[in-house]
C-alpha cells in the first residue's frame, strides 16, 4: 500500500551536513505522522526526531540543535538536516510513517523505510 524510499546517506567529516530524505507513495490520503529513527550496531532503533501533521516537532536530546525535520506536504516527503555531525551519530537512519489510506478506506497505516547509512568518520 505504501512505499518509503530513504536517501541522503553517506560518508561525512565531523562538523559536516548531511540531508535525508524520506519519499512516501502509495495509497496516501493523508500523513499524520512522519519520524526519523537510527540505530547504530548493538544498538536500540531509537528516535532521532518526529513531525506531525500539524508541525510539531520532537527531537532526541542528542540532536537537539543540531538536526531539523521538515515535510514537504505536497511531495509526501520527509527531510532531516544534519548539521555539526558527530561520529557517535554513525548509524543506519530509518523513516517511519504513520498514514491514511484511500484504500481500504480510512485505514490506518505504519511502517518503516529499508534505511540509509550515514557514517561520520574522518
Known amino acids: 500500500q505504501v512505499q518509503l524510499v530513504e536517501s541522503g546517506g553517506g560518508l561525512v567529516q565531523p562538523g559536516g551536513s548531511l540531508r535525508l530524505s524520506c519519499a512516501a507513495s502509495?495509497?496516501?490520503?493523508?500523513?499524520?505522522?512522519m519520524a526519523w529513527y537510527h540505530q547504530a550496531p548493538g544498538k536500540e532503533r531509537e528516535l532521532v526526531a518526529s513531525?506531525?501533521?500539524?508541525?510539531?516537532?520532537r527531537y532526541a536530546d542528542s540532536v537537539k540543535g543540531r538536526f531539523t525535520i521538515s515535510r514537504d506536504n505536497a511531495k509526501n516527503t520527509a527531510y532531516l538536516q544534519m548539521n555539526s555531525l558527530r561520529p557517535e551519530d554513525t548509524a543506519v537512519y530509518f523513516c517511519?510513517?504513520?498514514?491514511?489510506?484511500?484504500?481500504?478506506?480510512?485505514?490506518?497505516?505504519?511502517?518503516w523505510g529499508k534505511g540509509t547509512l550515514v557514517t561520520v568518520s574522518s
Open positions: 517511519y510513517v504513520i498514514c491514511n489510506l484511500y484504500r481500504p478506506s480510512d485505514t490506518i497505516w505504519s511502517g
Open positions: 513531525i506531525d501533521s500539524g508541525g510539531s516537532t
Open positions: 502509495g495509497s496516501i490520503f493523508s500523513i499524520n505522522t
